[in-house]
Antibody, heavy 124, light 109 residues
């Protein structure tokens, strides 16, 4: 079964750090670009970051640039999001999602497989 | 990286058709044929319904269709069913980013 499972969410103080993980199974992880998308409580979806299959191409939303770092370990079938200098407005459910285009280098807003999400709360 | 504009809500009766619009600019929706639509039920992850403006993934009902005119994309749902009640989001390629619309809540009356 094709599956994405996020972990690592939790409660963190403003200015703190958190590392999210996304474990992939059921498909050849190393062939696909991956995305992080978040959703603040009661709000809409917001694209956060994307990484190509070999980590050559990386993209960030302006709202997280310089604070978040996306990475992946194809040997471990895992995607990561290192979040530093967290703010209250980063509070959200964070989803990892697969771009279905094999070998894609640029994100086009296309995600066919989504995880169940992990909640990040930034509060003192 | 501005969000795309969607109506906050739409509604329709079972069996009717509804259309949800998604308005952007020539830098996103109007400039590329890379518009996707997602359905999200409460507490669930989004589900891909339409990609590349008008293509349907395998398994998605043909009651769902997409189109684009200029900088406005549209999602049409025909033969409305109770299970279509959900939030719908558009998303577009915009160079080095992929903004979403603000979302539209569909109510099936």
């Amino acid at each position: 079964e094709v599956q994405l499972v996020e972990s690592g969410g939790g409660l963190v103080k403003p200015g703190g750090s958190l590392r999210l993980s996304c474990a992939a199974s059921g498909f050849t992880f190393s062939s696909y670009s991956m995305n992080w998308v978040r959703q603040a409580p009661g709000k809409g979806l917001e694209w956060v970051s994307s990484i190509s299959s070999s980590s050559t191409y990386i993209y960030y939303a302006d709202s997280v640039k310089g604070r978040f770092t996306i990475s992946r370990d194809n040997a471990k079938n895992s995607l990561y999001l290192q979040m530093n200098s967290l703010r209250a407005e980063d509070t959200a459910v964070y989803y990892c999602a697969r771009d279905p285009r094999v070998g894609a280098t640029t994100p086009i807003g296309l995600s066919d497989i989504w995880g169940q999400g992990t909640m990040v709360t930034v509060s003192s | 990286q501005s969000a795309l504009t969607q109506p906050a809500s739409v509604s329709g009766s079972p069996g009717q058709s509804i259309t949800i619009s998604c308005t952007g600019t020539s830098s996103d929706v109007g400039g590329y044929n890379y518009v996707s639509w997602y359905q999200q039920h409460p507490g669930k992850a989004p589900k891909l319904m339409i990609y590349d403006v008008s293509k349907r993934p395998s398994g998605v009902s043909n009651r769902f269709s997409g189109s684009k005119s200029g900088s406005t994309a549209s999602l049409t749902i025909s033969g409305l069913q109770a299970e279509d009640e959900a939030d719908y989001y558009c998303c577009s390629y915009a160079g080095s980013s992929t903004p979403f619309g603000g979302g539209t809540k569909l109510t099936v009356l």
